[in-house]
């Protein structure tokens, strides 16, 4: 039996990819941000119609049925009448960068070699996997990391345009994304300088929050009155299953971070706009529908009218023990 030319299936997969594919925006060079990429792609672009269907060259004949599936006419119809017209998606070796109609959304994270390290060993706790173990597909995610992380690459979902609507233009630098370790270090040196409010919190088997803190009873109660306070059924089972004994909530000057297990997820960005838009995207009410289907417009304000600002604007540090 020939060996297969591996070399070669890359070029030609490479090739194929090439074909309805957009040009990714760009961003810091790699001198001026520090980080060497081994490998840069185009984006690709996948056309979504009023059906739902998903077009694209390459992909109708490889995967479009199961691309399908995701969508519907129902979601397009969300979509085309909020005039959500384009999001982008931007991996670079600092991190991922979204985007809805060109404007940064909060979700765009940024981290490091360890950072992804460390999400994977999340992963592998929410999926009873064990890194490390050569059955695993983690551990072979993982040990392709270093060119994970040097790869760089987009993809571009085009929903319906509203007739008449005038085009958006795709996002053509995704620089926010670029703030180095040196800043984030003095953005951290600086919560610690200003104080960091710790707040430890308990949590109940079925879901209810307790702390001595008095800062916890200021957050909640700037909580719709229908919100209760305690942690989701679904999230407690997950919790038990999983193992999980604690979850921090870090808020800082530059974004958020989860940790769980005291490891930390990467670090959400808000620090350049990235919350403000999602935020003014949702008070418009097509496109919270469009994006929230199932929540209740009005309920939500206090969340973004008190709430958001009060975290985004402190440093917290919520820390929910499970243990009991």
């Not at 919350?275 to 919270?288: G, S």
Request: aromatic fraction near 4%; hydrophobic fraction near 50%.
């Amino acid at each position: 039996m020939k060996r297969f030319n591996l070399g070669l299936a890359s070029l030609l997969l490479l090739t194929l990819l090439l074909t309805g594919c957009a040009n990714r925006p760009s961003w810091q060079t790699t001198e001026d941000s520090g980080a060497e990429l081994a490998m840069e792609l185009p984006a690709l672009v996948l056309q979504i119609d009023e059906s739902g269907a998903v077009t694209n060259d390459l992909l109708d004949s490889l995967v479009s049925p199961a691309l399908d599936a995701m969508f519907s006419a129902e979601l397009a119809g969300r979509f085309q009448t909020a005039n959500i017209q384009h999001l982008q998606i931007d991996k670079h070796a600092a991190g991922i960068a979204i985007w809805l109609n060109g404007q940064p959304m909060f979700g765009s994270s940024r981290y490091e070699d360890a950072a992804l390290g460390e999400t994977l060993d999340v992963l592998a706790l929410l999926l009873g996997e064990t890194v490390g173990d050569p059955d695993s597909a983690l551990t072979q995610v993982k040990a392709l990391l270093p060119f994970l992380d040097s790869l760089a690459a987009g993809l571009i979902l085009e929903f319906p345009m509203q007739s008449g609507a005038t085009p958006i233009p795709y996002a053509v630098t995704s620089d926010f994304l670029m703030t180095s370790e040196e800043e984030l270090a003095a953005i951290e040196a600086e919560a610690q300088e200003q104080g960091v409010a710790v707040i430890p919190i308990s949590v109940a088997e079925d879901g209810t929050v307790a702390s001595e803190n008095v800062m916890l009873s200021l957050l909640l109660s700037m909580l719709p009155a229908e919100m209760e306070a305690k942690v989701p059924a679904g999230m407690l089972d997950t919790v038990s299953e999983t193992g999980i004994t604690q979850l921090a909530i870090k808020t800082r000057a530059s974004g958020l971070t989860i940790g769980v297990n005291g490891s930390d997820l990467p670090l959400l960005l808000w620090n350049n706009g990235e919350l403000d838009n999602l935020v003014a995207l949702l008070k418009d009410e097509a496109a919270f529908h469009a994006l929230l289907p199932d929540q209740d417009m009005e309920s939500m304000s206090p969340i973004f009218d008190t709430l958001l600002p009060v975290l985004t604007s402190a440093n917290f540090d919520l820390v929910l023990d499970f243990s009991s």
